[in-house]
T-cell receptor, first 114, second 112 residues
Framework: GAVVSQHPSWVICKSGTSVKIECRSL??????MFWYRQFPKQSLMLMAT?????????EQGVEKDKFLINHASLTLSTLTVTSAHPEDSSFYIC??????????FGDGTRLSIL | SQQGEEDPQALSIQEGENATMNCSYK?????LQWYRQNSGRGLVHLIL?????REKHSGRLRVTLDTSKKSSSLLITASRAADTASYFC????????????FGKGMKLTVNP
């Protein structure tokens, strides 16, 4: 069964609103989670590394004030897309590290900004 | 960070046939991973192969790694319609971090 839950799976909202996406590790503690963005028929691009209890590490070119990441507990990381605009529409995917296992991925969130 | 490059970018085969996809990279790596993504879903880990390994098997999957040629291949034998998905190779991020850098992916279509 799924070990990483991502919610919501799909969201449509108006331009200018903020959208929060949750990523939960279901039966393990994840000190590190990752957030990716994927455009249609393209690869996953790492946006940031989320570390429990500390600030996220953003990849070059990713606006930290635009994409707020909070890893408040060992089982939950959230990504908030602030003041979303149509160009923020994309498929956002999280993953979590479980010990020394490969990354476990959530099922993604399809974000559509009108 | 380097990005692996899958080849071919798309492949369409009939059920029962084998599918082979390749991933090439440019600089030395400690390991290489293969993932599958069904349409509109997250990624599922398939196999991790380390730099000191030449071949690994998992069910109908066979992965090879040739460090001298800086390439890896994923072979799916006796394909099924359910194997239809995008397949990505993933390389470690810089500095030995736990980050992954994904290739552009290969779209496999298995026709029933």
């Amino acid at each position: 069964g799924a070990v990483v839950s991502q919610h919501p799976s799909w969201v449509i909202c108006k331009s200018g609103t903020s959208v929060k996406i949750e990523c939960r590790s279901l039966d393990f503690q994840a000190t590190t989670m990752f957030w990716y963005r994927q455009f249609p028929k393209q690869s996953l691009m790492l946006m940031a590394t989320s570390n429990e209890g500390s600030k996220a590490t953003y990849e070059q070119g990713v606006e930290k004030d635009k994409f707020l990441i909070n890893h408040a507990s060992l089982t939950l990381s959230t990504l908030t897309v602030t003041s979303a605009h149509p160009e923020d529409s994309s498929f956002y995917i999280c993953s979590a590290l479980r010990g020394n296992q490969p990354q476990h991925f959530g099922d993604g969130t399809r974000l559509s900004i009108l | 960070s380097q990005q692996g490059e899958e080849d071919p970018q798309a492949l369409s085969i009939q059920e029962g046939e084998n599918a082979t996809m390749n991933c090439s990279y440019k600089t030395s790596i400690n390991n290489l991973q293969w993932y599958r993504q069904n349409s509109g879903r997250g990624l599922v880990h398939l196999i991790l192969i380390r730099s000191n390994e030449r071949e690994k098997h998992s069910g109908r999957l066979r992965v090879t790694l040739d460090t001298s040629k800086k390439s890896s291949s994923l072979l799916i034998t006796a394909s099924r319609a359910a194997d239809t998905a995008s397949y990505f190779c993933a390389l470690p991020g810089t500095g030995g971090s736990e980050k992954l850098v994904f290739g552009k992916g290969m779209k496999l279509t298995v026709n029933p």
